[in-house]
């Protein structure tokens, strides 16, 4: 097995882990522990992605010393046996703890990106981050799909055994993956070709849009079943875990469209006006979601998967073309922590707004988010166009 294959096997199995819960959260601990408090679930969310906030860039940290395979060997035992824990809970609160804790050691695997990035060649970054942003999307289509069924049985605490189990394919991954290629436990020193004495200005450029756009994505994730099946009302967990995973579908189509498109008669745009484009369509995309219509929801999603998988990809291709190897990781985790503020600051907000309003406002409030930033790049756009033509 290839060192790629294995990289690839392991995020497909860390994400259908990490997702299996995530679109049933207020079904979860309505079955479980009788809380139907929407915002006490947002707050769990929030306190989810505080905590992988805070864990990745020690994890960063830590992998400058020690290479990530024998780092993920540590972390992800530990994480196996906390899932564990987290089966056996009795009470919401001890539930809440052992999650935490087990997230803090799950966190490490998110350094497998940057880490497949480093072994590439920049030519090649487009193609990766594509596949990637695509197995994550896959991952939560399997993570939905199989949390949707233990849903459906009754028994959804069987999904954290399953995460653990994955957990444990991940060691063993590892493992075989350090013995074949025979990788020691410290990590080799990589040269930087321009050392920092600070944070770099498209950091924050780039940290930016990372908190509105993961703003403005996730504030539709946590109640999307539950509005589902406001319109659906036959609607099965697993039929609702499908009509969720719609947007993951649409961007595998995507991912094939970018892999052939040189072969197409297709006009090309830069990579700022393609951006444009993109978020536009994502805000309509999140405007139709809110209406009653059951199709018009499907058909909104499929737009909005479209277009959510070309500002995600084309932000992160960005973000590392202006970056260099020796700081790929350090540089994805401080943006990963811009993604983790938008995803708080969503959380806490959808709950709220979920309790006083509607289901509905939601999408409304993240149409809006896009709706500005969309705004933004038009006006960056042209400026640069301006600035370009007297500078000539």
């Not at 805070?54 to 994480?79: F, G, S």
């Not at 920092?196 to 756009?213: A, E, G, K, N």
Request: aromatic letters at 16%; hydrophobic letters at 55%.
């Amino acid at each position: 097995m290839s060192l790629r294959i294995a990289l690839i096997l392991l995020t497909l199995i860390s994400v259908v882990c990490d997702t299996l819960l995530l679109p049933f959260y207020p079904q979860f601990f309505a079955s479980e522990f009788a809380i139907q408090d929407p915002s006490l679930i947002g707050l769990f969310v929030a306190n989810c992605c505080v905590t992988v906030m805070l864990a990745l860039p020690l994890w960063a940290k830590v992998a400058k010393k020690y290479h990530e395979l024998a780092l993920w060997l540590v972390t992800q035992v530990i994480a196996a046996l906390l899932g564990v824990l987290c089966y056996f809970a009795n009470t919401a609160w001890e539930f809440w703890l052992y999650y935490q804790l087990m997230l803090v050691f799950k966190a490490s695997y998110l350094l497998i990106y940057p880490f497949a990035l480093r072994l590439a060649q920049q030519r090649q970054h487009l193609s990766i981050i594509g596949l990637f942003s695509v197995l994550m999307h896959f991952g939560a289509i399997g993570g939905a799909l199989i949390g949707g069924y233990f849903l459906g049985l009754g028994e959804p605490r069987y999904a954290l055994l399953l995460s653990g189990a994955g957990d444990l394919i991940q060691v063993l991954l590892c493992a075989y993956l350090m013995v074949s290629l025979k990788i020691g436990i410290h990590q080799q020193a990589i040269e930087s070709e321009k050392p920092r004495t600070r944070t770099p200005y498209f950091i924050w450029q780039f940290c930016f849009l990372s908190v509105v756009v993961y703003f403005s994505a996730f504030l539709i994730r946590p109640f999307f079943t539950t509005h589902w099946q406001t319109l659906s009302v036959q609607s099965s967990p697993f039929e609702s875990a499908l009509v969720y995973a719609i947007p993951a579908f649409a961007a595998l189509s995507m991912l094939i469209f970018n892999h052939f498109r040189h072969r197409l008669l297709w006009p090309t745009m830069s990579r700022n006006s393609t951006l444009l484009c993109a978020m536009a369509f994502a805000a309509l995309g999140l405007y139709f979601q809110a209406q009653q219509q059951v199709m018009l929801v499907i058909l909104a999603r499929v737009l909005y998967g479209i277009a959510l998988f070309q500002v995600m990809v084309l932000l992160e291709v960005m973000l590392f073309a202006k970056s260099e190897p020796a700081h790929y990781g350090s540089d994805f985790s401080k943006v990963h922590i811009a993604q983790n503020v938008g995803v708080i600051f969503a959380s806490l907000l959808v709950g709220v707004s979920v309790e006083q309003f509607s289901s509905t406002v939601p999408f409304y409030f993240a149409a809006i988010g896009f709706t500005g930033l969309a705004l933004l790049l038009l006006w960056r756009v042209k400026f640069a166009g301006r600035t370009a033509r007297i500078a000539s």
